[in-house]
């Protein structure tokens, strides 16, 4: 797929990986279309404009909401014209921690636990099937491809840490959909990917104090730092243009290897 011309809709754009995914796509000729739940998606939005024209639009919308995504699509095909909706790139999620018992012994909130996965895990299948609905009517490309979907998982999805049950379980299940999802939409000519960034830099990490940031760059085998937001938009733009990758989970990490 060229990212010349065609739209994308990207998911939690009002910062961090999709913030820095939706420059990327705009910078590279494409229209976009900005989701998040946050005011800031408008202003995102308008600094697209004014450096690349009127590519963006921003949309409000909670992704585990069938009708506010269901509105974000509609919005999404009409920015597209002709050519509607070429790609997904969903990197709307939660990060959360919580023990199965903490110190006194009491157990996990369950609506926590509940909260995270209906986020992360059922608002990536919400996603997923709304756009596959908005694609499978496309005009088949080049290898009659109709569109592509990129969802975020996360390295805690293999290697998660204590506390991160929740979390881990989430995006564990991202990564399982991304075959299944990959083989059924295969007729429609829909690729589906998963990323799976490691430790990075995004605002999900300015909780965390800096001795522990510092802690976290130095785990990194190499490069030994955060990873980038514009490193994961610049694999979101290889996986949109390489045909060939689909159904897979790529882990965007440095080698690190949690404990």
Do not use: W
Not at 79 to 91: A, F, K, N, Q, W
Not at 106 to 126: H, K, S, W
Request: charged share 20%.
């Amino acid at each position: 797929m060229q990212i010349q011309g065609s739209t994308f809709l990207i998911t939690g754009a009002a910062s961090g990986l999709g913030a820095a995914t939706a420059e990327r796509l705009a910078q590279g000729g494409a229209r976009v279309v900005l989701c998040d739940l946050s005011d800031k998606v408008e202003q995102q939005a308008a600094g697209l404009n004014e450096k690349y024209g009127e590519v963006a639009i921003a949309v409000h919308a909670d992704v585990t909401s069938a009708e506010q995504m269901q509105q974000a699509f509609d919005s999404a095909v009409a920015h597209g014209g002709e050519r509607g909706l070429g790609g997904v790139i969903h990197c709307a999620g939660v990060v959360s921690v919580a023990k199965l018992l903490d110190r006194q012994g009491n157990p996990a909130d369950l609506d926590a636990y509940a909260r995270t996965v209906q986020i992360n895990l059922v608002g990536t299948f919400n996603v997923m099937r709304l756009a596959a609905a908005a694609m499978a009517g496309n005009a088949p490309g080049k290898d009659s491809e109709r569109g592509v979907i990129i969802n975020t998982a996360s390295i805690a999805a293999f290697d998660g840490q204590v506390g991160q049950c929740a979390y881990s379980a989430s995006k564990a299940g991202v990564v399982g959909m991304s075959l299944p999802a990959a083989r059924e939409l295969s007729r429609h000519g829909i690729r589906v990917m998963a990323i799976a960034p490691g430790v990075f830099e995004t605002p999900m990490m300015s909780d965390i104090p800096d001795d522990a940031v510092a802690a976290l760059s130095q785990a990194v085998p190499f490069p030994k730092r955060l990873g980038k937001a514009e490193e994961f938009a610049s694999l979101a733009e290889q996986i949109i243009t390489n045909t060939m990758l689909n159904g897979e989970v790529i882990r965007l990490d440095g080698s690190i290897r949690m404990q």
